[in-house]
């Protein structure tokens, strides 16, 4: 919905192709947390309503300290190859979704801010194998939160 709202204000200094780019990529970034889901499920889970379910219990457990969030194209360096695309590649294309992808970020960390754990997902995947590491030397598998989150959504 905002991102429809940030394509409005942004129509007229952008046009139509790159409102579109925006409005894509401020709605795909998201498609990240479908590919976490085929990750942590190896593949063998592809529904996308028990996806939801899964990460609504996720965002219902989030406050518990073994939670590590990790959602790929939230990452700086996603934000920096798409910043290196724009600069050597194509800035018509590139720019509108690096906007778009900010502009998203900018309503995430809010949300996050806003319940209280603007911190639960990594914002760079360096970030994430460290505080990994940090997690695994105090005996919590962050993988572990995932099963369990699993499982809750398989019972609900
Ligand atoms: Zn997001």
Redesign the pocket.
Known sequence: MAGLVGTAVLYPVLGPAQSMLFFTSSVL??SDHYLAYLWITKGKDWSPARMFRFYSRFTEHNREKEVLGF?LF?TIEIFIVVYLLAKYLSSFLFIPILLGMTY?MIF?IAWLTYHGVPTVRAFSIVEYFIRKRLLLKKGINPEDFYKKMFDLSEKK
């Open positions: 970034i998201d959602s939230h998203h995430d």
